[in-house]
């Protein structure tokens, strides 16, 4: 029984499958275009709509570069940082890096990898 049921479902997904596609695949991935226009293209379309033309790719990500910092603060300071972060709607740590990078004169877009 539950064979049944299953073939009846794979044939129903793979009808169901075929008519979306029929029905919303009209035009073909833009090639040799603009980030922006690339971008407005998958605006409007689904990329489940095209998933037989997209081809598998391998990615490597470089280690994180940055470094850590271990600071030992007391418990009243830690909690004047925090509520002055939670007042910001950021994070103590983000809170303290900022502190650093306006004390250190680093536009605030930059990160502390390579400042000092």
Same mark, same amino acid.
């Given at each position: 029984m539950i064979v049944i049921k299953k073939l009846i479902w794979d044939g129903w997904n793979k009808e169901m499958e075929t008519t979306?596609?029929?029905?919303?695949?009209?035009?073909?991935?833009?090639?040799?275009?603009?980030?922006?226009? @690339?971008?407005?293209?998958?605006?409007?379309?689904?990329?489940?709509?095209?998933?037989d033309e997209l081809k598998q790719i391998n990615v490597k990500f470089?280690?994180? @570069?940055?470094?850590?910092?271990?600071?030992?603060?007391?418990?009243?300071?830690?909690e004047k940082i925090r509520?002055?972060?939670q007042k910001k709607g950021i994070g103590p740590t983000a809170l303290i890096c900022m502190w650093i990078l306006e004390r250190l004169k680093i536009p605030s877009g930059h990160t502390l990898r390579g400042a000092v």
């Open positions: 979306m596609t029929k029905k919303h695949r009209k035009d073909s991935i833009p090639k040799d275009v603009s980030r922006k226009e @690339l971008s407005k293209f998958w605006d409007t379309h689904s990329v489940v709509d095209y998933v470089a280690k994180n @570069l940055s470094q850590g910092i271990t600071i030992r603060l007391d418990s009243q300071t830690l509520l002055k972060a």
